[in-house]
């Protein structure tokens, strides 16, 4: 990930690489005046939020391969995602046969979770291959 | 769940998809990327996209799915603990100019010259509540990202933006406590609403008369805008490409739609009192949806003495999203006749739009929020919709699947008898008088 991405994902505004004109301070008690012949000086409020800390999450093991392995194709409910993910399950059936594929649609809408299926997928599948947005 | 796994996305989401990775925890996920779109394409058209390369990598599409479930983890992809998030320092001293350019440049500004926060005018602004510019207000994400936290002092240096005066805070604070952003991630460029309802509209001197959701009135310009720039300030909002997704963006995002009911003209009980509040609170109501559309675009919206609003109102429904709801604004011109032909509550009208407002089974499935949110909750048995889909293609169902989905409020200055609809969901009401 870049810088510009890496700001942004600290809710930092890529502009901030910028160079500014203005003086990013500390905190002070009242506006700051300039000498006689500058303009005035003003100390304004960062209006953003606080951001919550990140909680790193370790990724799961990787398999050795996919040579007789169960892999389950999850369509999360977008237009299209069906017909992708049969695509998919497809191409393992002409170029990986000894992958078994097994197709499911997650329980309802895209944004609502779906614990059963993920049991499912826990107690029966070795990978997953989740489809898609738009 | 411990189990490798592949994400596939369009690659029109690449930075949505990378960034609410990294902000879940997972910086380096092993996203794969398809072609943009595969809605509406062939089985042989997705068939190339599958045998094709991944359009960000260049990489064969197949092998980027098979390596992302196979490749053993880097030392990066198995890290654990915490990442502090930092939004810069608390305050800049700098010209008024530079300052202006610098919150121009940072994204905290709907693109409008702001107030700039002084601290006089954000001390100000918090003399206007009893509560303690430390004390958290709320939380608030503009989409499903991880919600952003902000306390009293934050909300007002965006109140001072909007241009705010300090007695408008409580209303500002309401609409922060609420928790909801104005700006969503959704590609379908969501629009919000407020209704403001209790003494609060006089004293204030909002505009419920001529103009009533026009630029005529300081609390109703400054209050919807605050709204906004919390948002993007509060809840990280309105970043196009990675928090703001909406294809065309709406132009009610600039100060959304910000209606305070006319309850001296209404000849019904005001909003709020259908809410559980008394008259007497202040309170302010929040909704989400696409937009508003007049009155005047339906069939038989001639101003005659045989003008029917009921049937008007049903023909404006028809052209709605049945995924959101409807929000009446009626001009109290219309609102009167109503009553007169025998609408003597809210009620009784919402109750025959809902009856009367129908659509067939088939032209309900051809709707794109129908495939993409009340399909799958079909198929998890959920009603309406479990049964609406088991139903032959010629029957009739309601264009809204339940008739609290349907919700009038009175506003307008009563120069013509005209009113609009708001494909427009109602999602919470919020004391005023708690933020005072």
């Known amino acids: ?134 | 769940m411990g189990i490798p796994s592949a994400p596939l996305v369009t690659k029109a989401f690449k930075d949505l998809a990378l960034l609410n990775a990294a902000k879940r925890g997972m910086p380096h996920e092993r996203i794969c990327f398809t072609p943009h779109p595969v809605w509406g394409k062939t089985p042989e058209e997705v068939r190339a996209y599958v045998e094709g390369p991944d359009p960000v990598s260049g990489k064969p599409l197949m092998k980027e799915i098979v390596d992302a479930l196979t490749v053993p983890l880097s030392d990066e992809e198995k890290r654990s603990g915490m990442v502090s998030v930092s939004v810069g320092p608390p305050a800049f001293t700098d010209t008024a100019d530079n300052l202006q350019e610098l919150y121009l440049n940072n994204g905290y500004t709907d693109f409008l010259p702001v107030i700039l926060p002084t601290e006089e005018k954000v001390e100000a602004m918090m003399r206007a509540t009893s509560h303690r510019p430390d004390e958290t207000v709320g939380k608030m994400a503009a989409g499903a990202y991880p919600p952003w936290s902000y306390n009293v002092r934050q909300v007002a240096a965006s109140a001072v933006m909007a241009g705010c005066r300090p007695e408008y805070f409580p209303i500002v604070l309401a609409i922060a406590s609420s928790g909801v952003a104005s700006l969503f991630s959704s590609t379908n460029s969501f629009a919000f609403a407020m209704v403001i309802n209790g003494p609060i509209r006089d004293k204030l001197e909002f505009n419920y008369g001529i103009g009533a959701l026009g630029p005529f009135a300081q609390p109703n310009a400054t209050i919807g805008r605050a709204w906004t720039l919390m948002s993007k300030n509060l809840g990280n909002g309105g970043i196009p490409g990675d928090t703001y997704l909406g294809s065309l963006g709406n132009n009610l995002n600039y100060n959304n739609v910000v209606i305070a009911e006319h309850e001296d003209a209404n000849p019904w009980v005001p909003f709020h009192v259908q809410r559980g509040f008394k008259k007497e609170d202040n309170v302010v109501s929040l909704f989400r949806g696409l937009g508003v559309v007049p009155g005047q675009v339906a069939r038989g919206s001639s101003a005659n003495e045989n003008v029917q609003f009921d049937y008007q109102m049903s023909d404006l429904f028809s052209t709605f999203t049945g995924f959101f709801g409807a929000l009446i604004i009626a001009d109290p011109l219309v609102a009167a006749r109503l009553k007169e032909q025998g609408y003597d509550t809210k009620e009784k009208l919402t109750d025959w739009l809902y009856k009367n407002t129908t659509q067939t089974v088939k032209d309900y499935k051809s709707r794109n929020y129908a495939y993409l949110f009340d399909y799958p909750r079909a198929l998890r048995g959920d009603e309406p919709w479990a049964s609406w889909y088991k139903m032959p293609d010629d029957a009739l169902i309601p264009h809204f699947p339940h008739v609290s989905d349907i919700n009038i409020v009175v506003a307008g200055g009563q120069t013509n008898a005209y009113p609009q609809a708001g494909n427009l969901s109602y999602g919470v009401s919020v004391s005023i008088d708690k933020w005072m």
Request: glycine letters at 8%.
């Open chain 1, 1 to 134: 990930m870049n810088r510009r991405k890496l700001l942004s994902l600290l809710g930092m505004s890529p502009a901030m690489l910028a160079t500014s004109k203005a003086e990013a301070q500390q905190h002070k008690a009242g506006p700051a005046r300039s000498s006689s012949s500058g303009p005035e000086k003003l100390t304004v409020v960062n209006p953003k939020g606080t951001p919550p800390a990140i909680q790193l999450i370790p990724m799961a093991p990787r398999l050795d391969s996919l040579n007789g392995k169960t892999v389950f194709l999850v369509d999360t409910g977008f237009h299209g995602s069906d017909v992708l993910l049969h695509q998919i399950e497809a191409w393992f059936g002409r170029n990986m046969p000894s992958v078994t594929v097994v197709f499911r649609r997650k329980a309802g809408p895209y944004m609502e979770d779906d614990p059963n299926l993920w049991k499912e997928i826990k107690a029966n599948g070795n990978a997953v291959i989740m489809a898609v947005g738009h």
